[in-house]
């Protein structure tokens, strides 16, 4: 294993944030995968599973299994990791900008499709080499002020040159979910089976620049740009959220890695050939189709479902309580489907989302993340 430091510029004089990446394998061997924990820095499932995983690939190291090169960066977000108010991490939003810090990623697509044009052949292989130089020298040249573009930045550059990206997540209370888009849902549906995912939600634009599509979505915007020339979708990125914040333990960790090292056989990164994966838990779903489960009054918040429950179009999912006329609001579930992730807080507001249901319809528009 090799590790190396990335300086991330702190917030004022004084400061500076670094970025670890560990490498397992022979430097620049394919395919590569980078893996990522905690972009949301206080996202701990991830971080505990690459604790995991480092043991694990070191020790497959030290036995030649590595075929391919992996990346592992276990700690996504040292500026996020660092942000505490009044004894709470706050993780998921840049406190200087209000940013969140899986949003707002540079979209190089239409770059991209300037700057190699001119210069594509015939050979998909050749393309696929030029296009990853290509999209070093467009993250190079993006401008960064703050940390948090800083980070931004390093990151995406890391993760660019990847055959497969996998950024660790989770969610509030959940179970385990994967985002990716209809050009990956093929290479990763066997991740989501090893892991038994019960939501694989599917978008090719969801409209809030996360880092997942700012790595895969440039190669399937030039392949369309540029039809006749052969262009392979050259970073597959998926998002993985690995249950609630909660769920953290080494039973958890250990299981989410072996789910992992097992998919790293499937493409071939590591040597030697993984059980077959198990039958899905799920099918891919269009994210247009998962709806949020909105609140209309605040209250004391009790649900009637455990996040996993498969829910009917109007069918009640929480009671909200107001705790001084004692008035009682049921809130139904938005659609048929699969409530895949539910609030941490049992007091809400008027307008706050209290869940999420991966339902099969897709209807919405727009940006289809939460904040
Ligand atoms: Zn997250």
């Known amino acids: 294993m090799n590790?190396?430091?990335?300086?991330?510029?702190g917030p004022s004089v004084g400061t500076q944030h670094a970025l670890t990446l560990m490498r397992f394998g022979k430097t620049g061997a394919r395919p590569q995968v980078y893996i990522q924990a905690a972009l949301h820095a206080d996202e701990i499932p991830?971080?505990?599973c690459a604790i995991v995983l480092r043991r694990r690939l070191e020790s497959l190291e030290r036995g030649g299994a590595l075929r391919g090169e992996v990346v592992l960066v276990?700690?996504?977000?040292?500026?996020?990791?660092?942000?505490?108010?009044?004894?709470?991490?706050?993780?998921?939003f840049d406190l200087a900008s209000?940013?969140?810090?899986?949003?707002?990623?540079a979209a190089l697509g239409e770059a991209l499709v300037e700057r190699v044009r001119a210069a594509l052949t015939m050979d998909r292989d050749k393309n696929t080499v030029l296009v990853r130089e290509a999209l070093a020298d467009l993250i190079a040249a993006?401008?960064?002020?703050?940390?948090?573009e800083h980070l931004k930045k390093?990151?995406?550059?890391?993760?660019?040159?990847?055959d497969i990206v996998l950024d660790l997540h989770c969610d509030a209370e959940a179970v385990v979910h994967l985002y990716t888009?209809?050009?990956s849902a093929g290479t990763f549906a066997p991740l989501a089976a090893r892991l038994r995912a019960l939501a694989y939600l599917i978008a090719d634009v969801s409209g809030g620049d996360p880092f997942d599509e700012a790595l895969s979505r440039p190669w399937a915007e030039l392949a369309a740009a540029i039809p006749d020339k052969p262009v392979a979708l050259g970073c597959h990125a998926t998002t993985v959220e690995l249950r609630g914040q909660n769920d953290v333990s080494s039973a958890l960790a250990e299981a989410d890695a072996t789910a992992i090292l097992a998919f790293l056989q499937d493409v071939g990164v590591l040597a030697g050939q993984a059980d077959p994966a198990p039958d899905a838990l799920c099918e891919a779903t269009p994210l247009a189709a998962s709806e949020p489960i909105v609140c209309p009054v605040g209250g004391v918040l009790t649900f009637r479902h455990d996040v996993g429950a498969t829910l009917r179009a109007g069918e009640p999912v929480a009671d909200v309580t107001d705790p001084i006329s004692g008035a009682v609001t049921t809130i139904p579930s938005p659609c048929d489907g699969v409530l895949f992730a539910r609030v941490m807080g049992r007091f809400t507001r008027p307008g706050r989302r209290l869940g999420k249901v991966a339902g099969r319809v897709a209807h919405r528009t727009g940006k289809l993340l939460g904040a």
Not at 76 to 92: D, F, H, K, M, T
């Open 74 to 92: 276990p700690v996504a977000n040292p500026v996020g990791l660092a942000q505490a108010v009044l004894g709470s991490e706050i993780g998921r």
């Open 142 to 148: 993006l401008p960064a002020q703050t940390p948090a």
């Open 46 to 48: 991830g971080m505990a």
């Open 154 to 162: 390093a990151l995406l550059a890391m993760a660019a040159q990847a």
């Open 181 to 183: 888009t209809s050009h």
């Open 3 to 9: 590790t190396d430091h990335i300086a991330i510029p």
């Open 98 to 105: 209000g940013v969140n810090f899986n949003r707002e990623h």
